[in-house]
């Protein structure tokens, strides 16, 4: 189930024993270490659970060949990351999804080539390679579609969402809880000061080492993600 920030705060406060009635860490502070977490968690889970942040949006091609300004399609607003991006090709449920070829952004202007054909096919099939570049908040389709009855399914990997206040849902899968309630609970002793206590939850933590044996199990092989000791 979902859990909202409220009750993993409440968790994290159990953890280290801060659970008097006026508790010695202040709300808003654990609430900035909860958010920080979940945020840098999450690039994590984009790449052991990458379901998870998977969005996927239909866009429709712009006719006009002669203008570079119209090969430019901004991300949507939460994107995070590009995956790729299909061609449909026919309607229904006889459409078929092309994946667009991905070319470095310097040198998409060498596909510019829309009104030389390549190949005399009929009118309904792409008679030119079509690729997709990737610059910062946009992709570019070159060169652009010949018509405006083209259209792409994106696939992207989404940012995470912050929590709105304490009733709002963390942007985590259910079986991470466990990994963000154990982390926050050591930066908020580091944060403010308490280096040995922080370094004590994870020695005395027996589920925080089935965690860190579990997930070093996961990221074995994957180039460039700090295990739990090293975040």
């Given at each position: 189930?979902?859990?909202?920030?409220?009750t993993?705060?409440?968790?994290?406060?159990?953890?280290i024993?801060?659970t008097?009635?006026?508790?010695?860490?202040?709300?808003?502070?654990?609430?900035?270490i909860?958010?920080?977490?979940?945020?840098?968690?999450?690039?994590?889970?984009?790449?052991?659970?990458?379901?998870?942040?998977?969005?996927?949006?239909?866009?429709?091609?712009?006719d006009?060949?002669d203008?570079s300004d119209?090969?430019?399609?901004?991300?949507?607003?939460?994107?995070?990351?590009?995956?790729?991006?299909?061609?449909?090709?026919?309607?229904?449920?006889?459409?078929?999804?092309q994946?667009?070829r991905?070319v470095?952004?310097?040198?998409?202007d060498?596909?510019?080539?829309?009104?030389?054909?390549?190949?005399?096919?009929?009118?309904?099939?792409?008679?030119y390679?079509?690729?997709?570049?990737?610059?910062?908040?946009?992709?570019?389709?070159?060169?652009?579609p010949?018509?405006n009855?083209y259209?792409?399914?994106?696939?992207?990997?989404?940012?995470?969402?912050?929590?709105?206040?304490?009733?709002?849902?963390?942007?985590?899968?259910?079986?991470?809880?466990?990994?963000?309630?154990?982390?926050?609970?050591?930066?908020?002793?580091?944060?403010?000061?308490?280096?040995?206590s922080a370094?004590?939850?994870?020695?005395?933590?027996?589920?925080?080492?089935?965690?860190?044996?579990?997930?070093?199990?996961?990221?074995?092989?994957?180039?460039?993600?700090?295990?739990?000791?090293?975040?």
């Open positions: 189930m979902p859990i909202n920030r409220s993993l705060r409440t968790m994290v406060q159990r953890r024993g801060d008097s009635s006026t508790t010695f860490y202040s709300t808003a502070f654990y609430n900035d909860i958010d920080s977490r979940v945020r840098t968690w999450s690039g994590v889970i984009a790449q052991l659970a990458p379901n998870y942040y998977i969005e996927m949006t239909t866009v429709t091609g712009v006009d060949a203008d119209y090969e430019f399609y901004s991300f949507p607003s939460n994107y995070r990351s590009f995956i790729k991006l299909e061609r449909r090709f026919g309607t229904g449920r006889g459409a078929l999804y994946s667009l991905v470095n952004a310097e040198d998409a060498r596909y510019r080539t829309s009104s030389r054909t390549l190949l005399a096919l009929p009118d309904s099939l792409t008679n390679e079509q690729v997709v570049s990737v610059q910062d908040t946009q992709f570019r389709l070159t060169p652009s010949v018509n009855g259209v792409y399914r994106l696939y992207y990997m989404r940012a995470s969402v912050d929590a709105a206040d304490d009733n709002s849902n963390l942007d985590i899968p259910d079986e991470w809880r466990e990994v963000i309630v154990l982390d926050a609970a050591i930066y908020v002793l580091a944060q403010s000061g308490d280096l040995t370094q004590l939850v994870p020695l005395f933590d027996k589920e925080y080492a089935a965690l860190r044996s579990e997930y070093r199990r996961k990221l074995v092989g994957i180039d460039g993600i700090p295990t739990l000791d090293q975040m």
